[in-house]
């Protein structure tokens, strides 16, 4: 079902809107999470273990040859808007589609297509009004099981398989799309030995610069995502969401430099809710294996969302 959210009025936002939208505009159990946001504002290689997953592929990226992919990097690095279309400096108006846990079953693509269609019409209103339009997807792209049980027992998530398909799917909305990683997308266990090299290709298929993303949607207004970087190397459970140290410097300077005092406001997407939220999760899974919030198992990085 495709929910629509409007708000008539200007936000306050000096708080940021948290928007763990798998839990909290879908029915449990469903392929999609599906909502769209309609708003009017105001005004692999094998990589050093030494620094942060997210710190080594940025740096790796910004100093590749110049291209729209590293100059992106290098923009989102220093949490900076990046450079804005005359559209969207003039509107203020935006839509963003926004998609949960898809858990691809390449088996079942016939079901995600009539998914993808019931967006469609929505969409194309938006890209006739203003233009402002793009979709976020929150992660865990695909299934967590083998998709051809007959051939090997290869779980489907986290494979570049899985990725070339999901980004192939995300693509074909006709509206720019960004992603942040949940606590499946790193769970190529048979094809890569390492995070790092897991998130490398990740990173490839979606054309992401980093795992985090900004992109700003409308007249100072951002789309920010954090996204998780550890599977394998989890101090606990493998599932729990990680945003590394790097990410979290990125976003504070994000906050910094965009003040709600100058208008600024910001969407941030998450693949697991920030602790203290208030949304509901699944106490006898998620909070007894220590992966119901983000960082759930460092008590202070825990707390300080």
């Known amino acids: ?23 909290l505009l879908a029915a449990p159990g469903s392929a999609f999470s599906p909502a769209m946001l309609s708003w009017r504002t105001n005004g692999g290689a094998m990589l050093s273990p030494s620094r942060t997953n997210s710190q080594i ?17 290098a923009r989102q690095q220093h949490g900076c808007a990046s450079s804005l279309s005359m559209a969207v400096q003039q509107t203020s108006k935006f839509m963003v589609g926004v998609l949960g846990d898809l ?16 967006f469609l019409p929505t969409l194309q209103e938006g890209l006739d009004a203003h233009g402002n339009v793009a979709m976020v997807s929150l992660g865990d792209l695909g299934e967590s099981k083998s998709v051809r049980p007959d051939e090997t027992a290869e779980l489907f998530s986290g494979t570049t398989e899985c990725h070339k398909l999901a980004a192939k799917f995300l693509g074909s909305f006709g509206v720019p799309y960004e992603v942040v990683g949940g606590n499946h997308d790193l769970e190529g266990l048979d094809e890569f030995e390492t995070d790092e090299a897991n998130l490398y290709m990740y990173l490839r298929e979606h054309n992401k610069p980093s795992p985090q993303f900004m992109r700003q949607i ?18 606990f459970t493998s599932h729990e969401v990680t945003i590394d140290d790097a990410q979290m410097e990125w976003f504070e300077k994000i906050l910094v430099n965009h003040p709600s005092t100058d208008g600024w406001k910001i969407f941030v997407f998450t693949h697991a809710p920030p602790n203290g939220s208030g949304l509901r999760v699944l106490q006898e899974n998620h909070v007894v294996n220590g992966c119901c919030w983000l960082n759930h198992s460092d008590e202070k990085k825990c707390s300080k969302f």
């Open 1 to 23: 079902m495709l929910q629509r959210v409007q708000a008539r009025e200007s936000l306050s936002l000096g708080m940021l809107v948290p928007l763990a939208l798998a839990s």
């Open 57 to 73: 592929l940025s740096s790796r990226i910004i100093g590749a040859s110049p291209s729209s992919f590293g100059a992106k990097c």
């Open 103 to 118: 858990h691809i079953d390449p088996r079942k693509m016939e079901d995600y297509e009539t998914g993808r269609n019931q």
């Open 218 to 235: 409308a007249y100072k207004t951002l789309l920010v995502g954090l996204g998780s970087t550890v599977f394998r190397d989890a101090k």
